[in-house]
């Protein structure tokens, strides 16, 4: 693996992406932040060597280097998941690259939906912990010790100091900005009622398809991460509805320009 690393860096490297600070994973509909930077370069993924590429059509696909809050960003417009085919090591590649690249911090965005009832559609949860229900690890390959310790511990996987620095800044900003665990499952398919059932009893406060492996693997490289949920629907078994992805996405949109503030002005303090 660290040979492919190695190809996808030279490669971005030659196309001016030369000393990033920051690496940002953009989520299911969140994608205008990319209007905020001042873009230095951009490749489709398909360009690069050893990339996977991204099948969803909510996800852009491109990797985008520029300026944002007055640092240089590395931003992953679209991510990978586990539903579309790929393994746990190809959905986390990218976060390998970036950290390669240079990056020292992680900021990473996910659409998810609503366990805790406290919580409304069109609001963001700042991810506090997680449950990792996807079967699988991405540190679960043979020579990972040759890329960081097999052992990673993830007794505080989102970083403490970030995530205070985060909840500052809501405060500040008068942005509501919950705190709470995030469970990932594999999908692609939406949860039954029972299954939102057991997931509140098991501590969830909301539930999505991605994230966890790329913190894993932030956790791997000693990363300092921090992860935030834009909730795009309320998971309540009592009353479900059918998902209409349409609304979904458009609940992203709605709740994005919050993200972006948080974003843009966490950056600027980092």
Excluded: W
């Amino acid at each position: 693996m660290h040979k492919n690393i190695q190809q996808a860096v030279d490669f971005l490297q030659k196309r001016g992406f030369s000393t990033p600070e920051i690496g940002i994973i953009l989520g299911t509909g969140l994608g205008q932040l990319v209007d905020k930077i001042s873009i230095d370069a951009e490749v489709s993924y398909n360009h690069i060597p050893n990339f996977p590429t991204a099948t969803v059509e909510f996800h852009k696909g491109k990797l985008i280097y520029g300026t944002l809050g007055g640092k240089k960003v590395v931003v992953m417009q679209g991510r990978f998941h586990l539903y579309e085919g790929y393994t746990p090591q190809d959905v986390t590649f990218p976060v390998r690259v970036m950290h390669q690249l240079g990056i020292k911090y992680l900021l990473v965005s996910n659409a998810a939906g609503a366990i805790n009832l406290n919580f409304k559609k069109g609001e963001i949860m700042l991810i506090d912990d997680h449950i990792n229900l996807q079967g699988s690890s991405p540190l679960a390959f043979l020579g990972v010790e040759h890329l960081g310790e097999r052992f990673v511990d993830l007794s505080a996987p989102y970083d403490t100091l970030l995530n205070k620095k985060m909840e500052r800044i809501a405060s500040e900003k008068g942005l509501t900005l919950h705190k709470g665990v995030y469970v990932s499952v594999l999908g692609p398919q939406l949860e039954t009622r029972a299954e939102y059932r057991y997931l509140k009893i098991i501590g969830a406060d909301a539930v999505g398809m991605s994230t966890v492996p790329e913190v894993i693997v932030a956790n791997h490289l000693k990363l300092p991460v921090v992860a935030v949920s834009v909730l795009t629907d309320e998971c309540d078994p009592e009353n479900l509805k059918p998902v209409n992805i349409t609304d979904i996405i458009e609940q992203a949109e709605k709740a994005e320009p919050n993200m972006i503030t948080l974003f843009t002005e966490l950056i600027t303090q980092l």
